[in-house]
């Protein structure tokens, strides 16, 4: 079955540097790849999508790029700050149009 | 511009009984998506709604069922509540069924408790 991980369940890092989040698939060729941001208590919010003929794209201060051999997506933010503190899902579009996601990546960044 | 609107925001219900949520979708927006996000996991797929039918379904028991209406709005029921049906119901509106180019906008969700 078609499978998406997100290998790490969280992350701590120190502000200014940069958070690399990682997601993997499985059992599937996404036409694209999705990244969302989600606050405690809250729905998921869009940030970029990325498509299986792009390898990179870029928005402000993150950074996504997609490997179809590997079948990995990186997800960057430079100059991270503790407002950018989440959980954030990655997420594949499934054989049926719908989006399977990851369990996400709980991203803290200290002061 | 009004983006997904959900309610209520909290629900708490007793095993066995049943449930309607609701979903207005952000304007210009026609197919609703409905997922179940347990504490811990990511969105389960539960169903898609377009034109007014139930277009493709993840897998959950015949329990969870929905409706879409002309106004694109969209409602979930989940019959004979289950103490593990306890979740964060979100609701997902997007611009055409199969939405390629674009995110999907989410609403803050549904907390359901079941005791």
């Known amino acids: 079955s078609q499978k998406i991980e997100q290998n790490s369940e969280a992350l701590n890092i120190q502000e200014g540097k940069t958070a690399t989040l990682t997601c993997n698939y499985t059992?599937?060729?996404?036409?694209?790849l999705q990244w969302y941001r989600q606050d405690p208590g809250r729905g998921p919010v869009f940030l970029l999508l990325?498509?299986?003929?792009?390898k990179e794209k870029r928005k402000e201060r993150l950074k996504v790029t997609f490997d179809t051999t590997l079948k990995q997506s990186l997800f960057h933010i430079t100059a991270s700050q503790p407002a950018d503190s989440a959980t954030y899902l990655c997420?594949?579009?499934?054989?049926?149009?719908?989006?399977?996601f990851g369990k996400g990546t709980k991203l803290s960044v200290k002061p | 511009d009004a983006g997904v609107t959900q309610s209520p925001t909290h629900l708490i219900k007793t095993r066995g009984q049943q449930v309607t949520l609701r979903c207005s979708p952000k304007?210009?927006?026609?197919?609703v998506s409905w997922y179940q996000q347990a504490l811990g996991q990511g969105p389960q797929f539960i169903f898609q709604?377009?034109?007014?039918?139930?277009?493709q379904r993840g897998n959950f028991p015949d329990r969870f069922s929905g409706h879409q209406f002309p106004n694109y709005s969209s409602e979930l029921n989940v019959n004979a509540l289950l103490l593990g049906d306890s979740a964060l119901y979100l609701c997902?509106?997007?611009?055409?069924?199969?939405?390629?180019?674009?995110?999907?906008?989410f609403g803050s969700g549904t907390r359901l408790t079941v005791v």
């Open positions: 997902a509106s997007s611009r055409g069924q199969l939405n390629t180019n674009y995110g999907y906008t």
């Open positions: 059992n599937y060729s996404p036409a694209y």
């Open positions: 990325i498509r299986e003929n792009e």
């Open positions: 997420a594949l579009r499934g054989s049926q149009g719908n989006l399977i």
């Open positions: 304007s210009g927006h026609d197919t």
């Open positions: 709604y377009y034109e007014e039918e139930e277009r």
